[in-house]
Structures are given as structure tokens and as C-alpha cells.
């Protein structure tokens, strides 16, 4: 389940199947008509066939919303139809979809090996391409930043990450309209399991962990092209080695913003933090990824210990979201676990902590352990792949104590929703509202209400 990106408008009335749901926007409308204009809300439900009933489950399901008009001084959108089947010419399992940041593509990964684009031609969807791009099944695909060209990326149970980058002179439904620009194998032969964007301030991270919990960070060498990349850092978000055979979870997202939330850094937080929420295995880790200056007076983002540990799943937790408002005095991170609840947490940072912890240099160690000779502890940082090539030393190991400082972080689960078979959790893109979507195939939308607690008010899916 992915949610389309949320755009402006105030007190839209929603009418979904005569349930009418009052949702808040919070740009300002005035007397003209919308008539002429669109504004689309999606909610895909596709993943694995757990998730989709049997007959849609080389599917992919889209509610779409459109045909606003003015009414009454506000704005109204009518359904004009309901969902709609984007059929991708295969019977396997649809494992990924994502929307751009303005909702008109689609990127899809499927256990067939193939990526699929979808262009948004008027009220229709339209196949773009699709072609091979992993010796095995796309576990996952991401768009980058709208400002950062049309480029995506996935990975597969090849082992393989790949960034690829639209060729405009190609013509639709050829194969080759997307050029793989960048291709990197899982150092330790374990498979990716995730991967997300961010861009703040016009830069480009990626993070990307391993089934065994092995968290790394990357940035183009050079900004304004993605046909090279380097490791800044890793860590093992794990606290226990992983058997062989065992059922793992390890999912991440970043908080989508150029900057973390303004009471963190009124604590004494970096504006140019990186927030990133990873699941690990029942637990989740919270970290807030610091630049530090290392010898030479180069800036680079360095892990350091989670800032929180949400807790309080008694089984895999599948899915993390982070709310993208940054203005409310806490942050809200959204789980989705195996036990068949939904979580939503607050994170916030008192004011009493300002003055920071320096956060001394972490040498990379290496001890034996079950997994092999090598095999790092976890949570110390790992070699990244630029340090291998340089005589065994790494970026992370260049660092003194001179960087930025730890700020206490609190966390609490303030709400716990029963939803039976829960996949997946993602927030629309003005922060307020949580879509979920499971076993059943229904999305189910909540929103807190003035209590504090959090309802449900509204529930679709395919008939």
C-alpha cells in the first residue's frame, strides 16, 4: 500500500462511496472554479499475495479522486470512477509500487524480474515500459526527488541495487527507455530488503539495508549526476545474530523533509540531520543521521547510536512510516506489525537537553562470530566500499571527536489499532493522515480526533 502525495486545498469533502470524509488542507480557497483542474489521491494496495485477494493479485488497485469544483466556499471532489486495474501483462506478484512526489507515475517491481512505468494520461493510466531489471524478483523500487530528474531506483533478490535514469529518446514500451546508470552488489552476499530517497536542500541520500540488518548510506559522487555512488557509512541495526532460516523484517523510510522537526532543532538538533526509521525485527530504531568533520575538514553523515527504540510489537514489525510534519511539537512514526496491530508513536525532544553530548570516534572492529570469520558486532559501524579500496581504512574511521552532539529523544506509543493482517502503513502526504491495507485488500484511512485518540473514518478497496 503506497499513498499518492497530498495537495493543497481546505475542508475538501471526500465522497467515497457515499462516506463522506472531511479531511483538513491547509491551503486557502477562493472563489474560482476547479472545474478545469485535478486533484488526485491514491491509495494502492499491491504487494504480496497476502495482502491482495487471489484474483487481484498481479494487480495493481488505484482509488482515484478527481473532477474538484467549488462548493460552498471550500472544494469538493467527486469520485468519478472507482478503482482502477492497471493490468502489467504478467500473473506474478506485484512486490513494490511507488508514486512520484506529484502523483503521475508509477513504478512498480514484481516477482517476474520486470519494472514497470505508468504515465497518469488525463483520467487514465498508461503502460510506459517495462523491462528486466533483476536476475530475480524487485523486492523493492523507489522514485527519486521530482527535482532530481526521472530517476529511480530497485533492488532484487539478485542482490543487486541499480539506479536507472529515463533516456527520452527511446520510445515508449522499447525496453530501453530506462538505462541502468549504476549497478552494486550486497557486499556480504546477504539481499537488500529496502531502500528510500530524501533530498534536502537539492542533495540526494539513499539508504538501503540487508535481510541481516545491515544499514548503509550512500550520496552520488557528484550531485547533479547519479552514475556514481559511495557508501558514507553503515551499521548493523540487530542487537542478536540472525540463524540462518529465521524469518527477518527490516524495512526503513526517511522522514520525508529538508529539515527534522522545529522542536528538535530548537533542542540543539542539526537542521542537516538525516531522519531515518528502521524496523528490526520486532523493534524499530530511530536514527538521526549528524554530519561530522573528520581530519581534512571534510562533512560527512555518520551514524551514530538509535536516538529511540520503539518497542511493544510481540511480533515482525513489516512496515514504518514518518509522518512529513515537521511544525507539530513531536514527530509521528506509524508500524505496522505481524501481531495485527497498527503503532503510532510520538518522538519528542525536551528543550533541557541543549547542550550536547560530544560524540567521540567509534573505530571499526571486526570479531569472529557464527556468521563467519569477519563478521561485524552489531552496532559498530561497517567498512564502506570506498574503505576497502583504501588500504583497508575507512571513511568512518577518519573521524575525531569534533562533531556534533547528542540530543535526548522520548518515545512513547500513544496509540495501538487493532487491524487484523496488516501489511503496510504509509501517511499521506500532509502528515495527519495514516492509510493502512492488508490481508483484506481494503485501504482503511484514520485521523485523530480531539480527544487525542485515533478513529477510523473511512475503509475501501476492491469489491
Known amino acids: 500500500m503506497v499513498s499518492h502525495p497530498d495537495f493543497g486545498g481546505d475542508n475538501l469533502m471526500f465522497e467515497i462511496e457515499d462516506c463522506r470524509i472531511d479531511?483538513?488542507?491547509?491551503?486557502?480557497?477562493?472563489?474560482?472554479?476547479?472545474?478545469?483542474?485535478?486533484?488526485?489521491?491514491?491509495?494502492?494496495?499491491?504487494a504480496n499475495g497476502t495482502i491482495l485477494p487471489q484474483n487481484t493479485r498481479s494487480t495493481c488497485i488505484i482509488r482515484c479522486l478527481n473532477t474538484a469544483q467549488l462548493v460552498g466556499g471550500g472544494v469538493r471532489e467527486m469520485v468519478t470512477h472507482g478503482f482502477q486495474n492497471l493490468a502489467h501483462s504478467s500473473n506474478d506478484l506485484v512486490?513494490?509500487?511507488?508514486?512520484?512526489?506529484?502523483?503521475?507515475?508509477?513504478?512498480t517491481g514484481s516477482a517476474d524480474h520486470r519494472i514497470r512505468?505508468?504515465?497518469?494520461?488525463?483520467?487514465d493510466w498508461q503502460l510506459t515500459d517495462l523491462w528486466r531489471g533483476h536476475n530475480g524478483q524487485v523486492v523493492d523500487v523507489k522514485w527519486n526527488g521530482p527535482k532530481m530528474g526521472q530517476v529511480l531506483g530497485s533492488?532484487?533478490?539478485?542482490?543487486?541495487?541499480?539506479?536507472?535514469?529515463?533516456?527520452?529518446?527511446?520510445?515508449?514500451?522499447?525496453?530501453?527507455?530506462?538505462?541502468?546508470?549504476?549497478?552494486?552488489?550486497?557486499?556480504?552476499?546477504?539481499?537488500?530488503?529496502?531502500?528510500?530517497f530524501v533530498n534536502p536542500n537539492k542533495d540526494t541520500y539513499l539508504a538501503i539495508v540487508t535481510r541481516d540488518g545491515l544499514l548503509s548510506l550512500l550520496e552520488?559522487?557528484?550531485?547533479?549526476?547519479?552514475?556514481?555512488?559511495r557508501e558514507i557509512d553503515q551499521i548493523l541495526v540487530c542487537d542478536e545474530h540472525i540463524a540462518r532460516g529465521v524469518e527477518t523484517s527490516f524495512k526503513l523510510c526517511f522522514q520525508q523533509t529538508s529539515h527534522p522537526n522545529s522542536m528538535a532543532i530548537s533542542a540543539g538538533l542539526d537542521k542537516s540531520a538525516l531522519s531515518i526509521a528502521v524496523t528490526a525485527m520486532t523493534e524499530v530504531r530511530v536514527y538521526r543521521v549528524v554530519k561530522m568533520t573528520g581530519h581534512g575538514g571534510q562533512e560527512l553523515y555518520k551514524f551514530q547510536d538509535?536516538?529511540?527504540?520503539?518497542?511493544?510489537?510481540?511480533?515482525?514489525?513489516?512496515?514504518?512510516a514518518w509522518s512529513a510534519e515537521v511544525w507539530r511539537p513531536q514527530d509521528w512514526i506509524a508500524t505496522a506489525a505481524a501481531d495485527g496491530y497498527i503503532r503510532?508513536?510520538?518522538?519528542?525532544?525536551?528543550?533541557?537537553?541543549?547542550?550536547?553530548?560530544?560524540?567521540?570516534?567509534?573505530?571499526?572492529?571486526?570479531?569472529?562470530?557464527?556468521?563467519?570469520?569477519?563478521a561485524l558486532k552489531p552496532g559498530v559501524r561497517a567498512p564502506s566500499g570506498i574503505g576497502a579500496g583504501l588500504a583497508?581504512?575507512?571513511?568512518?574511521?577518519?573521524?575525531?571527536?569534533?562533531?556534533?552532539?547528542?540530543?535526548?529523544?522520548?518515545?512513547?506509543?500513544?496509540?495501538?489499532?487493532?487491524?487484523?493482517?496488516?501489511?503496510?502503513?504509509?501517511?499521506?502526504?500532509?502528515?495527519?493522515?495514516?492509510?493502512?491495507?492488508?490481508?483484506?485488500?481494503?485501504?482503511?484511512?484514520?485521523?485523530?480526533?480531539?480527544?487525542?485518540?485515533?478513529?477510523?473514518?473511512?475503509?475501501?478497496?476492491?469489491?
Open 344 to 374: 503510532i508513536y510520538e518522538i519528542s525532544t525536551p528543550k533541557e537537553n541543549a547542550p550536547k553530548i560530544p560524540i567521540p570516534s567509534i573505530p571499526l572492529r571486526k570479531t569472529p562470530s557464527t556468521a563467519g570469520e569477519g
Open 155 to 196: 533492488i532484487g533478490e539478485d542482490l543487486k541495487l541499480k539506479i536507472w535514469q529515463e533516456d527520452p529518446t527511446e520510445a515508449h514500451h522499447s525496453g530501453r527507455r530506462f538505462k541502468c546508470i549504476f549497478s552494486q552488489s550486497s557486499g556480504h552476499s546477504v539481499v537488500y530488503t529496502s531502500l528510500d
Open 117 to 123: 512505468v505508468f504515465d497518469l494520461n488525463q483520467q
Open 306 to 320: 538509535p536516538a529511540a527504540v520503539l518497542g511493544g510489537a510481540e511480533g515482525l514489525v513489516r512496515s514504518v
Open 392 to 463: 583497508g581504512a575507512s571513511l568512518a574511521a577518519s573521524f575525531s571527536s569534533l562533531g556534533v552532539g547528542q540530543i535526548r529523544h522520548e518515545a512513547k506509543c500513544v496509540e495501538q489499532i487493532k487491524h487484523e493482517g496488516v501489511w503496510e502503513v504509509q501517511w499521506i502526504r500532509n502528515g495527519h493522515i495514516l492509510v493502512s491495507s492488508g490481508d483484506s485488500g481494503q485501504a482503511r484511512m484514520w485521523r485523530q480526533v480531539h480527544n487525542g485518540k485515533w478513529h477510523e473514518f473511512a475503509d475501501f478497496g476492491p469489491e
Open 23 to 46: 479531511i483538513d488542507r491547509t491551503l486557502a480557497t477562493n472563489s474560482q472554479s476547479f472545474a478545469e483542474e485535478s486533484i488526485y489521491d491514491y491509495t494502492i494496495a499491491a
Open 95 to 107: 512486490l513494490a509500487a511507488h508514486f512520484n512526489q506529484y502523483g503521475t507515475r508509477l513504478v
Open 220 to 229: 552520488p559522487v557528484n550531485p547533479e549526476r547519479f552514475d556514481d555512488w
